[in-house]
């Protein structure tokens, strides 16, 4: 029994010993050519294992997602997407970032614009 007691009070001390991360799964599709018509629209979305965005962006026409990264500062996710040359081909991209986090994040940074992460009730 003591050793049964001793088993599961170590599992629970090691299983509350994580350390901070950020990982995220990029999806995308190319629109259109040119950046003429990029949506405003920006959505969000929580679920259990992190948050979800939907937006649209202006990137370099052969835009692949080693061009993307995240890092953690403070409570904050930056994120950052390779801006296209002046003399490079654009095209507009539909874009599905997925982030999970740890510990929970309020920002997120993406190419310098903030947003409030408000959880809903």
């Known amino acids: 029994m003591k050793l049964l007691s001793l088993v599961i009070a170590v599992a629970l001390l090691t299983g509350c010993d994580r350390k901070p991360f950020v990982e995220h799964k990029l999806k995308f599709e190319k629109q259109s050519d040119g950046c003429n018509t990029v949506s405003p629209e920006f959505k969000m979305t929580s679920n259990f294992g992190g948050e979800r965005y939907e937006f649209q962006k202006c990137l370099p026409a052969d835009f692949t ?6 890092l953690r500062q403070g409570d904050t996710v930056m994120v950052s997407f390779k801006k296209p040359d002046a ?4 095209a507009v991209f539909s874009i599905t970032l ?3 986090s740890y ?3 309020n920002k997120i940074t993406i190419d310098g614009e903030t947003f409030a992460i408000i959880p809903s009730n």
């Open 65 to 70: 997602k080693e061009q993307m990264t995240t």
């Open 87 to 90: 003399s490079q081909a654009k």
């Open 98 to 100: 997925d982030i999970d």
């Open 103 to 105: 510990p929970k994040y």
